[in-house]
């Protein structure tokens, strides 16, 4: 296996329905921009209450990708 260099960035994803979807929100539209994209950690989790309901759930990510030669 060849060594790797990665670039890490922090992304925030959103989602009405869950935690779990707000994550795969973040990580696809990541992907449309960014090649090697690897692997994310999470970092954080809040979300938006109004009337007593969750209205939003957000996961803060951080997400890695492969440098290129």
Do not use: C, P
């Amino acid at each position: 296996m060849a060594d790797h260099v990665y670039k890490v960035v922090e992304l925030v994803g959103s989602s009405k329905k869950s935690v779990s979807a707000a994550i795969e929100n973040a990580v696809a539209k990541a992907a449309k921009t960014i090649r090697n994209l690897g692997w994310f950690e999470l970092v954080e989790v809040r979300g938006h209450v109004d009337g007593g309901k969750i209205q939003h759930y957000q996961a803060t990510i951080k997400a890695g990708f492969t440098l290129e030669d």
